[in-house]
């Protein structure tokens, strides 16, 4: 099977929610990237892993930013325009789906997962968005502590692909790409005093 070279300005290595809200940016000033998942559902920690968005208590007032203050925006009105809601829940401006206590915002993975890829199709479909996945990455060549290209295979079918990228982002959750490049980079744990 012959391996073919896909040449992007940005390639975003992890689809969790910092690879998305990368890939976001980049649509949005207009730049291309290709963004890489391993995992049958981009979002990380909203949808794969299950977890509530945030824990910030004021987080409906402020502390937000405008791409995820549409991401609740949009889950919202998922609920409220396709889930039966009881009358009380459906009246709640600021609703709470799974009425967690430990987020303003408790929400199914499923319903999550459709959010974030209604949050990309229309930057997947103008071409400014390439989603490979499942997609995993396991050959990296630098040139010094740069990574140069980035070769990937679908869990699928097992096809190949180079990525030529003039930058290459590590959104994993671990530092996979940079581990895996070998490139030096470091990472700090400050001590509490």
């Not at 502390?63 to 998922?78: K, L, N, P, Q």
């Not at 479909?125 to 980035?150: I, K």
């Not at 869990?155 to 030096?184: P, W």
């Amino acid at each position: 099977m012959s391996v073919r070279t896909l040449r992007t300005p940005i390639a975003i290595v992890g689809g969790g929610t910092g690879g998305v809200a990368a890939a976001i940016s980049c649509a949005r000033d207009g730049v291309r990237c290709v963004l890489i998942e391993p995992c049958p559902w981009i979002g990380g920690q909203l949808t794969s892993q299950a977890v509530p968005p945030d824990e910030h208590q004021w987080i409906e007032s402020f502390g937000c930013t405008a791409s995820y203050r549409a991401f609740r925006d949009r889950v919202r009105a998922a609920y409220r325009n396709g889930e039966s809601l009881t009358h009380a829940a459906a009246g709640e401006r600021h609703l709470n789906p799974g009425g967690g206590w430990v987020s303003r915002l408790c929400v199914e993975p499923r319903i999550a997962h459709a959010v974030v890829r209604e949050m990309l199709t229309t930057a997947i479909d103008s071409g400014a968005v390439t989603l490979l996945q499942p997609f995993e990455w396991h050959v990296a060549e630098t040139d010094a502590d740069r990574v140069s290209r980035l070769r990937v295979r679908s869990r699928d079918d097992g096809a190949e692909i180079d990525i030529e990228a003039k930058y290459f982002l590590d959104a994993t959750e671990l530092g996979d790409l940079l581990d895996l490049a070998d490139v030096e980079h470091r990472s700090e744990r400050r001590r509490r005093t």
